[in-house]
């Protein structure tokens, strides 16, 4: 037996597709926006602070939830693109205080070979992400063509380069809302000190991810693995950049190796200059986000719930 447990909704949105590939071996416990915001009426989901099955191995995705279990020997679905911090933060790919995982489940072989590294007695395995796979199958619609999406990360310590980039670009949003048909997200943790700021400049607010995915034909965000996952599914990414982004560091991925994954804007001014490259989609900065893309998902076939779902079971039988 196997059970999963999500705290919030994007966390669930991970592991929903692998729990239904295990065809639910055990119990799915969940809390918080995990049980609010999606429909998780497949999932069966039993409310709970945090599992209370401590002989049970759990199937967790993020460090919050790891840190919630008693016992040793758990699975970690990797939520993000693989994004590190020089201070290998325990909260992403490679960092401390995961020695309770026994597997990780991970969308590149980077991030595998990361995990490997730090943990030498976990095992690693690369299936991609399980999230996208109804849009990489071609399940989910991929945009109408017009809608702009816009996004925010919320002020994370860990790093400069992981704080929002809203304050810089607050004047651009209104706007903006006058010239596209444009819908606005935010990090979980940010998203509801978003909305009325939304709200007031004409834009739609979006609190869940796979509506951005099936309706904007763009996607602007600062910092986020949101970027890759709407990369991955063939259409153009904007990025912001923030003053206080130093660009003499180097943390790898969005700062500052695959940056150009999309178009890069650093001021507001210019943003709806920058909206509007990304939308023609040059052939040269589609080849680019394609090559970037294949380096962050070791496959966007839409079989990686069934991947991970065979390496957690071969798991259970070992």
């Not at 978003?194 to 607010?205: D, M, S, T, V």
């Not at 904007?216 to 990369?231: G, K």
Request: aromatic share 10%.
């Amino acid at each position: 037996m196997i059970d999963a447990f999500a705290s919030e909704g994007h966390y669930a949105a991970h592991l929903q597709p692998i729990w239904e590939e295990l065809q639910g071996r055990g119990t799915f416990w969940a809390c918080g926006t995990a049980l609010d915001r999606l429909d998780l009426a497949r999932l069966d989901p039993r409310p709970c602070r945090r599992p209370t099955a401590d002989d049970r191995r759990v199937v967790v995705a993020s460090y919050r939830d790891l840190w919630m279990l008693q016992g040793t020997g758990h699975v970690l679905v990797e939520h993000g693109a693989g994004q590190t911090y020089s201070n290998r933060s325990a909260s992403y790919s490679g960092g401390h205080g995961r020695e309770a995982v026994g597997l990780f489940v991970c969308p590149s072989e980077c991030v595998a070979d990361r995990n490997r590294r730090r943990y030498p007695g976990a095992l690693a395995a690369a299936v991609g992400v399980p999230a996208l796979d109804a849009w990489h199958r071609g399940d989910r619609p991929l945009g109408d063509g017009s809608t702009v999406a816009v996004s925010f990360h919320w002020n994370a310590t860990v790093a400069p380069e992981a704080r929002s980039a809203y304050p810089h670009f607050r004047s651009a949003l209104m706007a903006l809302a006058g010239q596209y048909r444009v819908i606005g997200h935010g990090h979980p943790r940010v998203f509801e000190q978003l909305r009325p700021i939304y709200e007031r400049c004409g834009i739609e607010p979006v609190a869940d991810f796979s509506k951005v995915l099936d309706r904007a034909a763009v996607y602007v965000c600062d910092n986020s693995s949101t970027i890759f996952e709407f990369a991955s599914t063939g259409r153009p990414v904007v990025l912001l950049n923030a003053p206080w982004y130093r660009r003499d560091v180097e943390h790898g991925l969005r700062f500052w190796e695959m940056a150009d994954v999309g178009v890069q804007v650093n001021e507001p001014e210019d943003l709806a200059a920058g909206i509007a490259w990304a939308l023609e989609d040059e052939p040269r900065i589609a080849e680019r986000r394609a090559a970037i893309v294949q380096q962050v998902y070791v496959a966007t076939d839409g079989k990686a719930a069934r991947r991970a779902a065979e390496v957690i079971e071969a798991l259970e039988r070992s």
